[in-house]
C-alpha cells in the first residue's frame, strides 16, 4: 500500500511541478501581432538579407554593407528602410550605396522608372497575410500609400582615430521619385 502512494505521488508530481506563465510572458502570450508589425519585421528581414551580397563576385555595393533594419517612426508617420555601410565617408559613397540599396530592395530593379510600382508591389507584399489572404476592410491601394510614407536611408560608417565606429555621412530618397538628399555629413 506505500509504494502504491508513493508511485502515486511520484506520477503526480509533474503535474504540481508544473506552472503558469508569470506576468511577463502571458502579456506578450496575449497581445496580437498586427500587419505593421508584421510588415515592418518582413521588411527588415530583407534588408538584413542585403548582407549576403557582400560575398558575390563582383559586389553589389560599393562598400562593404554591415546591415539594415526597417522601423516605423511614429512622430513623422513614416516607415524608415536603413542600410549601414563601411566606407571612406564621402557623399558619393552614400549616394550610389543608396541606389543600388533602392533597386535591390524591390526585388533587384534598376531603372528608376519602374522601381514606383515595384515598391509598391513589395510593400503590398511585405505588408500582408502570409497566406495571401485578404480582409474586406483592406484598401486596394496598400502599396502605393506605404511608397508615400516609405523613406530609404544610407549611413557610411568610418572608423576614428580610437578604432571606434562613427557615422559620417548620411543620405536618404523615396521610392516617389529618383532624387536623393544628404541629411548629414
Known amino acids: ?70 522601423r516605423y517612426d511614429w512622430d513623422e508617420n513614416r516607415i524608415v528602410l536603413l542600410g549601414m555601410f563601411y566606407g571612406n565617408g564621402i557623399q558619393d559613397e552614400c549616394t550610389e550605396n543608396l541606389k543600388k540599396l533602392k533597386g535591390a530592395f524591390v526585388d533587384f530593379t534598376w531603372d528608376e522608372k519602374e522601381q514606383r510600382e515595384a515598391a509598391e508591389r513589395v510593400l503590398n507584399g511585405l505588408f500582408s497575410h502570409e497566406a495571401d489572404y485578404q480582409t474586406k476592410g483592406r484598401p486596394s491601394d496598400v502599396g502605393k500609400q506605404l511608397v508615400h510614407i516609405t523613406i530609404v536611408e544610407a549611413h557610411i560608417i568610418t572608423s576614428q582615430s580610437e578604432g571606434l565606429p562613427k557615422t559620417t555621412v548620411k543620405c536618404k530618397s523615396t521610392f516617389k521619385s529618383s532624387e536623393l538628399s544628404i541629411i548629414a555629413k
Open 1 to 70: 500500500m506505500r509504494s502504491r502512494i508513493i508511485l502515486l505521488l511520484v506520477l503526480m508530481l509533474p503535474v504540481v511541478a508544473s506552472g503558469e506563465p508569470t506576468e511577463t510572458p502571458e502579456y506578450l502570450m496575449s497581445e496580437p501581432m498586427s500587419l505593421m508589425d508584421w510588415g515592418i519585421y518582413q521588411a527588415g528581414k530583407k534588408m538584413e538579407s542585403f548582407k549576403n551580397l557582400n560575398n558575390v563576385q563582383p559586389p553589389l555595393f560599393s562598400t562593404y554593407y554591415t546591415g539594415g533594419w526597417a
